[in-house]
Structure formats: structure tokens, C-alpha cells
């Protein structure tokens, strides 16, 4: 298992490094703070439902060892600080106080609806590159090793 310190410190280093990408994505969206938030939040579901999927093909259910080094680094810390759906009720709650209650539900439900589809996309991706990188599934004590 990963002692705490090191564990803190791999999470500390993704977030950072997800927050900085976040703030890119902003700026390079000059005017349209919703389609920046919206483009992260998509894009991290995606990239977050594959890494844990391709793990777990892996045998990384748990933080032990480097798959586990980088389900913290990359799935708690970088896509953590990359995604923020706390901005999204944000943004819902600014739309709603100025009337514009039509894009503020419309934001929230698009939202939801992309990021359960990238998601869900992110599962099936990350199904095959822990199968193998889209090989055939051997199953247990068939293909190499057995």
C-alpha cells in the first residue's frame, strides 16, 4: 500500500496539474465560461471512467503498487482538479438569480447527459485497453502464461 505521505503527495501533484489544464481550457475560451466548463467536465468523465476501467483490467481495485500510484496521481489528483462540477451548480444558480431559469436547466441536463455518455463511452474504451488493447478477452487460464 502506498503510505499516506506519498499517497497525499501523487493526489497534491495530479490536482495541480488537472487544475492548471482547467484554467487552459478557460482561458482558450475567452467569453464562454459554460462551454469551458462543460468541455472539462466531459472530457474528464471520459478520460476518468477509461483510466479506471483499463486499472481494473489490470487487477487495480485497490492503491497498492504503480497502477494504484497511478489510479492517485491521474484519477483522484488530475482528473479531480480538472473536472469541476461544482461550477456547474455555480453557473446553474448565476443563471437562474439573473431569469434565465430555460439555460440553467438546460446547462445542468447536458451536463449530466454528456458526462454519463462520455462515461459510458470511457467504460467501454477502458475495457479494451485493460483486455489487451482491444484484443480478445482469453479468460482465466487460457492465452499467454497458461
Keep these: 500500500m502506498i503510505p499516506t505521505p506519498a499517497a497525499v503527495a501523487l493526489v497534491a501533484l495530479g490536482g495541480a496539474a488537472g487544475s492548471a489544464l482547467r484554467e487552459t481550457v478557460a482561458l482558450a475560451l475567452p467569453g464562454a465560461p459554460l462551454v469551458a466548463t462543460l468541455v472539462v467536465n466531459v472530457l474528464g468523465a471520459l478520460g476518468l471512467a477509461v483510466l479506471l476501467e483499463a486499472l481494473s483490467g489490470g487487477g487495480a481495485r485497490g492503491y497498492e503498487g504503480r ?36 439555460t ?43
Design 67 to 102: 497502477l494504484g500510484a497511478a489510479r492517485l496521481l491521474l484519477g483522484t489528483g488530475f482528473c479531480g482538479g480538472f473536472t469541476t462540477y461544482s461550477a456547474v451548480a455555480v453557473q446553474g444558480a448565476e443563471l437562474l438569480r439573473g431569469g434565465d431559469t430555460v
Design 104 to 146: 440553467a436547466v438546460a446547462y445542468a441536463v447536458v451536463t449530466l447527459l454528456l458526462g454519463a455518455v462520455a462515461t459510458l463511452g470511457g467504460i467501454l474504451l477502458g475495457g479494451r485497453i485493460g483486455t489487451g488493447h482491444g484484443r480478445a478477452h482469453a479468460g482465466p487460464g487460457r492465452g499467454a502464461g497458461a
